[in-house]
T-cell receptor, first 112, second 117 residues
Framework: GQGVEQPAKLMSVEGTFARVNCTYSTSGFNGLSWYQQREGQAPVFLSYVVLDGLKDSGHFSTFLSRSNGYSYLLLTELQIKDSASYLCAVRDPGNAGAKLTFGGGTRLTVRP | GPKVLQIPSHQIIDMGQMVTLNCDPVSNHLYFYWYKQILGQQMEFLVNFYNGKVMEKSKLFKDQFSVERPDGSYFTLKIQPTALEDSAVYFC???????????????FGSGTRLTVL
């Protein structure tokens, strides 16, 4: 089965950066996704990675190390509105439409 | 971007009653999902659905739960009868039938907050 772990909370300062960590253990690997979820709202897709290394998407970048079962989401030039929960999810191997297993989410608080 | 609509946004019912949660997925999507999230906790997979059939269901998808999408209408989650522990937010999601990054993107609705009294 799949196990996905994230720290529950993270705090950072406006204008700096935040790194949200995610570790996973899987019986197979078919990619890892990051979602942003604001209080009371739907999760919104941010990024998907399946190859090792850093994927730079501007404000959000993602890193993956498959051998270590580790990923992070890096937010740069933080704004107050980046305060939200960030969810890491791994997809079951196999066919399209396979389920995503989510971590518990990291609640990021950006303070002035 | 693409929108998934969920109706109703809130539902309060008495334990033992039946409830149907409705989801209008993105129009060209063919894979559908239900997730359960208790306030402040993890998003937990319930079931996925394709071509009129359940692909996989979790242990949370009790015998009292059922899903269907008759004739391309709403994708529904029915709970009959409901129990106190069914109180949660239920999120519907859909995805596009392709490989690569687009297949990995689940589009979520805003959820239905179910309260069982």
């Amino acid at each position: 089965g799949q196990g996905v772990e994230q720290p529950a909370k993270l705090m950072s300062v406006e204008g700096t950066f935040a790194r949200v960590n995610c570790t996973y253990s899987t019986s197979g690997f078919n990619g890892l996704s990051w979602y942003q979820q604001r209080e009371g709202q739907a999760p919104v897709f941010l990024s998907y990675v399946v190859l090792d290394g850093l994927k730079d998407s501007g404000h959000f970048s993602t890193f993956l190390s498959r051998s270590n079962g580790y990923s992070y989401l890096l937010l740069t030039e933080l704004q107050i509105k980046d305060s939200a929960s960030y969810l890491c999810a791994v997809r079951d191997p196999g066919n399209a439409g396979a389920k995503l297993t989510f971590g518990g989410g990291t609640r990021l608080t950006v303070r002035p | 971007g693409p929108k998934v609509l969920q109706i109703p946004s809130h539902q309060i019912i008495d334990m033992g009653q039946m409830v149907t949660l409705n989801c209008d997925p993105v129009s060209n999507h063919l894979y559908f999902y239900w997730y359960k999230q208790i306030l402040g906790q993890q998003m937990e997979f319930l079931v996925n659905f394709y071509n009129g059939k359940v692909m996989e269901k979790s242990k949370l998808f009790k015998d009292q739960f059922s899903v269907e999408r008759p004739d391309g209408s709403y994708f529904t989650l029915k709970i009959q009868p409901t129990a106190l522990e069914d109180s949660a937010v239920y999120f519907c999601a859909s995805s596009y039938p392709d490989w690569g990054a687009s297949a990995e993107t689940l589009y979520f609705g805003s959820g239905t907050r179910l309260t069982v009294l």
